[in-house]
């Protein structure tokens, strides 16, 4: 996919040293909009992350007759006025979600639940990605989903309004699935479960209750909400903590940088997003959670990472769904690391921005890792050094072009890493904060 923006990275010229604030968590950041949105009364959120994507679904309320102020230039503290569960209305024109896939399908339980027609559409790669996990459940629910290839690909016409509960048993362990059946259900006229086959991020579970709305969760893999029918803006101000999927890159960048000491603050620890530091220390890894403390219902902690010697191992089947979006870039650790690395389990990766185990597997090969592709997965074998003087394609997603711009810090020259402009939809600061420890990474044309 032809997006523009090319990232030039590496080799490191030192080790990585520093503290760094990283920006909110965009799970969180998505949620807060949509329950302050729907609640009644005045939410304050700070911490917000100001990506493209987490702005198309505060654009998208707006559009719909929530009024959002901006407390600061740079988008992190907002306040929202919400109109309460039934007081949205009709969008006059298509509703964008850019490239987010949280917003699209989180929304499309939101938009189940009104009684007018709502058509949301995205850009290229977001009209690729398959939908049909969320049409159908909201659909048993009573809604109308519309769309092409049958309501599997945007754009997608959402109506409905009159909802019942039903206990959806979703295939797939999947947050984004869970939380629009979740949204339905707060429209719904009885009980609505969700159950899994395994754990999923549980982020709406624990914010929900933050707005009067509880949620029963029953062995850890089935959530119940029964419906009390409205929301209710917090008295507290709701706190997102930094986003531990952006703190994975400078993870992985200090711990395979010689020499290296970085300091990461308040990073979300919360268990279901934690699988990407259990597969790290599994490998040997050297990471110190200190000051553990609490934002809101979410667990928070400053760590400590130092530069170490990294091992393969074969992932835990239990960590995959708490580390489905950090795997590119523990794929780059994987490819430095001593040994090998095995991952099965993980065929959501081929339904990510990009098929995320292809894009990764044909850029490792073109820095010289040995890489082995699986439907499901991938077999790393480790190697000391990665080859520069390199173009590489990101498709239009950003972790792949993040995760190749770690790569790049030990790679024996730079590395070129085109279609990466998507970077500014999670993460714009990605570049200064990681020149601020000393990576090696610039744009092109900066």
Request: hydrophobic share 40%; with cysteine.
């Amino acid at each position: 996919m032809n997006i523009g923006g090319t990232l030039i990275a590496g080799p490191a010229r030192g080790g990585l040293t520093g503290e760094l604030t990283i920006p909110g968590d965009k799970s969180m950041s998505h949620r807060a909009v949509m329950l302050a949105s729907l609640a009644s009364g005045v939410t304050e959120v700070r911490g917000f992350l100001p990506g493209d994507d987490c702005l198309a679904t505060a654009r998208m309320f707006v559009d719909m007759g929530v009024d959002i102020e901006w407390l600061d230039e740079e988008k992190i503290s907002l306040r929202i006025h919400g109109v309460g569960l039934h007081g949205l209305r009709q969008p006059e024109h298509v509703l964008d979600a850019g490239n987010s896939g949280t917003c699209v399908r989180l929304m499309s339980g939101v938009l189940a639940g009104q009684s007018f027609p709502s058509t949301m559409t995205g850009d290229a790669s977001l009209c690729k990605r398959p939908m049909q996990r969320v049409a159908d459940p909201v659909r048993r629910m009573g809604a109308s989903v519309e769309g092409r290839d049958g309501g599997n690909l945007l754009p997608l016409t959402i109506s409905g309004g009159k909802l019942k509960g039903i206990h959806h048993v979703s295939e797939v362990a999947s947050a984004q699935v869970k939380s629009c059946v979740l949204l339905a259900g707060l429209y719904a006229d009885s009980e609505t479960c969700v159950t899994e086959p395994r754990q999923s991020r549980d982020h709406t579970e624990r914010m929900l209750p933050l707005f009067g709305q509880p949620v029963n969760v029953k062995d850890g893999l089935t959530a119940c909400l029964e419906p009390t029918g409205s929301l209710y803006a917090p008295e507290d101000i709701v706190n997102i903590p930094a986003d531990p999927s952006s703190a994975t890159f400078f993870a992985v960048a200090a711990s395979l940088v010689d020499g290296s000491r970085v300091n990461l603050s308040r990073i979300g620890i919360n268990p279901r997003r934690d699988g990407w530091r259990r597969i790290l220390n599994a490998m040997g890894a050297d990471i110190q959670p200190v000051h553990a403390s609490s934002v809101g219902m979410e667990p928070v902690a400053d760590l400590q990472l130092l530069s170490c010697n990294l091992y393969g191992c074969k992932v835990s089947a239990a960590d995959v769904p708490d580390a489905i979006d950090e795997f590119p870039v523990l794929f780059v650790a994987a490819a430095l690391a001593e040994g090998e690395f095995v991952l099965q389990g993980a065929e959501e990766l081929r339904v990510k921005e990009s098929d995320r185990i292809a894009a990764m597997a044909d850029a490792l090969r073109s820095v010289g890792a040995d890489i082995e592709e699986y439907p499901d997965g991938v077999r790393i074998r480790g190697i000391q050094r990665l080859k520069g003087d390199v173009d590489v394609d990101a498709h239009g997603d950003h972790r792949i072009a993040m995760a190749m711009a770690v790569a790049a810090q030990k790679a024996d020259g730079e590395i070129r890493i085109h279609n990466a402009s998507a970077i500014a939809t999670s993460f714009p600061d990605f570049v200064p904060l990681a020149r601020q420890i000393g990576m090696n990474v610039r744009w092109l044309d900066a």
